[in-house]
């Protein structure tokens, strides 16, 4: 069964510019849910979509924004980037959006240098 | 305001002895806890978890701890081995947060042989 599939792994952009980072889930996992780590913060919580529906929505501000298509799929979208968006962007995904059972499976991140 | 708190950024550990990862957190209103372990290069992977009805959860060489009125919960590693040395984040939820979890920063773990 293949895992979550972000694309691109690594990229690099300047300020002002805007991004769009793509997550496959697992077959079958309606729920994709996006993370944001940076050193020293962990990592925080963007937000989560589940059959194509916003569900869940963390403290980032506008410029952050996300998608689903009815396969799963998912996009976010940075626009206006600032030098502190820089991070690795994670997405999990799980067939509920449960927790109880730790069901959350993460891709490998997608790397964002803001220059 | 950091719900979950992680105060050692790193640990080191002799390999064989127990490595004891602490995290603590302020809401009241979590009722699940979990763990992650997360390698250079690659996305965090789930570890063991925790329901609030409990106080520990085994798995192996792994064991959670909850004490529900200090707020504070652990992860046991015993023995610790070089394969474990890792990033570990400890994460809650509250009840119906679907895919919404809250990570503390981490703690480096290195094993030493």
């Known amino acids: 069964k293949a895992g979550v599939t972000q694309t691109p792994r690594y990229l690099i952009k300047t300020r002002g510019q805007q991004v769009t980072l793509s997550c496959s889930p697992i077959?079958?996992?309606?729920?994709v849910s996006w993370y944001q780590q940076t050193p020293g913060q962990g990592l925080q919580f963007l937000f989560e979509?589940?059959?194509?529906?916003?569900?869940n929505k963390g403290n980032f501000p506008g410029r952050f924004s996300g998608r689903q298509f009815s396969n799963s799929r998912s996009e976010m979208n940075v626009s206006t980037l600032e030098l502190g968006d820089s991070a690795l962007y994670l997405c999990?995904?799980?067939?509920?959006?449960?927790?109880?059972?730790?069901?959350?499976?993460f891709g490998e991140g997608s790397r964002l240098t803001v220059l | 305001d950091q719900q979950v708190k992680q105060n050692s950024p790193s640990l080191s550990v002799q390999e064989g002895r127990i490595s004891i990862l602490n995290c603590d957190y302020t809401?009241?209103?979590?009722?699940?806890f979990l763990w992650y372990k997360k390698y250079p290069a690659e996305g965090p992977t789930f570890l063991i978890s925790?329901?609030?009805?409990?106080d520990k959860n085994e798995d192996g060489r792994f064991t959670v701890f909850l004490n529900k009125s200090a707020k504070h919960l652990s992860l046991h590693i015993v023995p610790s081995q070089p394969g474990d040395s890792a990033v570990y984040f400890c994460?809650?939820?509250?009840?119906?947060?679907?895919?919404?979890?809250?990570f503390g920063q981490g703690t480096e773990l290195s094993v030493k042989p």
């Open positions: 999990a995904s799980s067939s509920s959006g449960g927790i109880n059972t730790g069901e959350l499976f």
């Open positions: 979509y589940f059959s194509e529906t916003q569900r």
């Open positions: 994460a809650a939820t509250h009840p119906n947060q679907g895919g919404k979890l809250i």
């Open positions: 077959s079958g996992h309606r729920s």
């Open positions: 925790i329901s609030s009805i409990k």
């Open positions: 809401n009241s209103m979590f009722d699940y």
